[in-house]
């Protein structure tokens, strides 16, 4: 048990040691800094939905809109308004988080299939709302001049570097709430109600206040997400709303890993990469991503960090049953099949 | 008068594509119990193909169409087997993102071949008539004897044929269909198949009227599943009616209220209906 903790706290390490130490690596390189900046800010989002989707089991399609949410307040509000940063950033986190309560009043009546397709339908108004109301949104011809955080005494946010280890911070949290939230009590009662909704019920979990704590959280992050990005590019418009980014939030942890920790920002920033790559041909890096995303759900659903985790639990099996066998004690019943422990913490 | 008895014309073509579209995703519903969120996608490479055989084959128009929904059902069995098959025992959310994937390898894809442009078709059916003292456009006119030729071919098909029958009972009881000696496998590539090519004949007919874009298929996506939700999950004279509605409806709203009232109406009755059924509206009983 402790190796194998160890082991994943060792891939977290390394992980966290990487980003640490990312600007020094990448110091002349401003535009691999940028790419990393916009993938935390993905990132932070990424972990809205793995809450609804990794611990609870409920596929919305909302999130790209909350996050279109999170831009637009953040960005309205500090060049038309004038507001600050920081207060700016509250009022997205508080918006989407009531938008997400009220949302989910409705949504969550609905389940499975007609869930995804009722927070599609409101991931598409948000955006026909955000790319239609121009007297406010300014609609596609969007808004320059974001502001970037104040300075707080010798921190100066212009710096890229410095604006990098904010966003680090943020995205610490949102690993670190995550990571409670898979070792405590709720979590656990999500994994139950992801598991079964009827059984969930029958041991006791009120499944409906659960769902509806889970969905706001959820796109309270995406809010907090989409607030950040639109500081760090600067400039809002429409597309940071649409039904794309929905599906590309959804990739992002489908490679990292549902319901992990490190999934979501293993995943995001590899896929952000591989974007990178495809740069020449950006429109139709999808032929090849499409397929991989398929090939993922068919051969891979637990993702990358899933799949490390379940090998880490094949290898402690193996060696526990060396050990027995050394101690030439019996071998007793192996643990339950990792299938039944997918969404072990790493 | 005149402007209504237009707009009424107008709204029944658009709901005559409505329910070739909505009727393929109401059937692969009912057939294999998944949303297929790439059938906006199937409708846009119906569009391309349209416009593919009509332009640059220089095929007449309705064979053109009839080509492209060949095609798109080859495309439609090779995604039932490809994407879904596969997946037929995985948890509901798997399906959906699979065809998120498939969705956005066919949009990449036709940009790819086609461009990002916007592309018009012009239709080889000009002309207008005049019907009740208005002008409609053949082109409209076409669409709605089209649509309502396949709708009852496609009613002959399901009531009339083994196969059509064999979808039937499957979509009523999997288990117990394939008791009966038929193979649900074949029903589903079978149902895919039907599925893709009557949305290719819905994007064909409504091509010459919109313009054709990669994500094109999107938006009327979103409007399908507002249809088959509200005449619902399965049924077909669900989808018909609820089609015919919905275009009526947003000719009507866009006339007399707004442009922007227009397009969203799909969503607020969507919304709507979710928010006080949220089974859907009409939907017969579904067993678990």
Known sequence: MKLTFSIRGVGALLVAAALLFAPLILAEQNYLLRVLITGITYAIAVYGLNIILGFTGQLSLAHGGFFGIGVYTMGLLTTDYDWSFWSALLAAIVLTTVVGFLAGLLALRTREAYFAIFTMALGLIIYMVISRWEDVTHAY?????????????????????????????????????????RVSNVGRRLLAIRTSEDLASSIGINVGLNKQLAFTASAGFAGLGGALFASAEGFIGPNSSSIDLTFELLMFLLVGGVATVMGPIVGTLLVLMLFEAFQDFQAYRFILLGPVIIALVIYAPQGLIGRLNQLTFYWKRRRAAAQKTAAGAPEQNSPADPHDEKTEVR | MTLFIQQFFNGLSLGGVYCLAAIGLTLVFGVLRIPNLAHGALYMVGAYLTYFFLTSAGVPYILAIALAALVLAGIGIGMERVVFHPLRNAPHTHHMIAAAGAMFFLHSLVQAIWGA???????????????????????????VITAVVVLIALTWFIKKTVHGQSIEAVEQDRVGASLVGINPNRVSMLTFGLAAALVA?????????????????????????????????????????????????????????????????AFVVLILVLAIRPTGLLTKAVQR
């Open chain 1, 141 to 181: 011809s969007g808004v320059l001049g974001v502001k970037l955080p104040e300075d707080i005494g010798p921190l100066d946010f212009s710096e890229p570097a410095t604006y990098y280890y904010l966003l680090l911070v943020f995205l610490a949290a949102a690993a670190y709430v995550t990571y409670t939230l």
């Open chain 2, 201 to 265: 004949v819905a994007a064909g007919l409504v091509a010459p009227i919109n313009l054709i874009y990669p994500t094109m298929g999107d938006v009327i996506m979103v409007k399908v599943f507002a249809i088959i939700i509200l005449g619902g999950l399965g049924s077909i004279p669900g989808a018909i009616v609820g089609g015919f509605t919905l275009g009526l409806a947003e000719a009507m709203a866009t006339t007399y209220v707004s442009a922007v009232a227009g397009e969203v109406i």
């Open chain 2, 117 to 143: 442009d916007f592309r018009r078709m012009e239709s080889p059916i000009t002309g207008r008539v005049e019907i009740l003292g208005t002008q409609v456009s053949w082109q409209r006119v076409t669409i």
